[in-house]
């Protein structure tokens, strides 16, 4: 029944690996976006693909790779992880690219030792 | 505890009582905005949008109201309850070429004693 799903829940890893986080919506949506909650709970947008097209690309490093095999998958890939990439990060979906709902999964808390 | 550390906006009410969570947006060409509440633990989960050619819309115990003049929005929670407790958000749109981009407030962290 879960709308929109991350894997993994938790992610502890060392300074300088490369990891990806996985995001599945089964609501049918057309619309997906990753977020970073930073330690003050502040919420920014980083990427949003439609239908498999990238159409929000915020200032985030080129460390951070979004990929969309199909409109009900998301995966960020974060390469060379940083200390200050440790955040929360949420895969939300919405039906269309604005004026729409977004949906939000439980969140993927990454840690970097 | 949940607060620790995050110097948010607090509200603290008593159960039963009427809560009122206020936000102020930046931009004025945004034309729809949405309340977003989020447990400890959790995901933001949606509690009431509006756009922008309304000023007041209701839902279940909740009411959002828009004043476009100030740049304002505010979320009423009545007959508050401990479930209630949470961090809430406000998001706003501003539509044209950054459909579907939502930035977000700061947050304020409502507590409810029983």
């Known amino acids: 029944d879960t709308a929109v799903s991350q894997t993994p829940k938790y992610l502890v890893t060392q300074m300088g690996n490369d990891k990806s986080i996985k995001c599945e919506q089964n609501?049918?949506?057309?619309?997906m976006y990753w977020y970073k909650q930073d330690s003050k709970k502040f919420l920014k947008i980083m990427f949003s693909?439609?239908?498999?097209?990238?159409?929000i690309n915020e200032t985030v490093p080129n460390r951070f790779s979004p990929k969309s095999p199909d409109k009900a998958h998301l995966n960020l890939h974060i390469n060379s992880l940083e200390l200050g990439d440790s955040a929360v990060y949420f895969c939300?979906?919405?039906?269309?690219?604005?004026?729409?709902?977004?949906?939000f999964g439980p969140g993927t808390r990454l840690l970097v030792l | 505890g949940e607060s620790v550390g995050l110097h948010l906006p607090t509200l603290s009410v008593q159960e039963g009582d009427n809560s009122i969570i206020n936000c102020a947006y930046s931009?004025?060409?945004?034309?729809?905005f949405i309340w977003y509440k989020q447990e400890s633990g959790k995901g933001p989960q949606f509690i009431i949008d509006?756009?922008?050619?309304?000023d007041k819309r209701q839902g279940q115990r909740v009411t959002v109201l828009l004043n476009k003049t100030v740049k304002h929005l505010s979320l009423q929670i009545a007959a508050t309850q401990p479930g209630d407790s949470a961090v809430y958000f406000c998001?706003?749109?501003?539509?044209?070429?950054?459909?579907?981009?939502?930035?977000f407030g700061q947050g304020t962290i409502l507590t409810v004693h029983p």
């Open positions: 939300a979906s919405s039906r269309g690219k604005g004026w729409e709902t977004q949906y």
């Open positions: 609501l049918g949506h057309d619309t």
């Open positions: 693909y439609n239908n498999k097209e990238l159409i």
């Open positions: 931009n004025s060409a945004s034309d729809y």
């Open positions: 509006i756009r922008s050619n309304m």
């Open positions: 998001a706003e749109d501003a539509g044209g070429t950054s459909y579907g981009k939502l930035t």
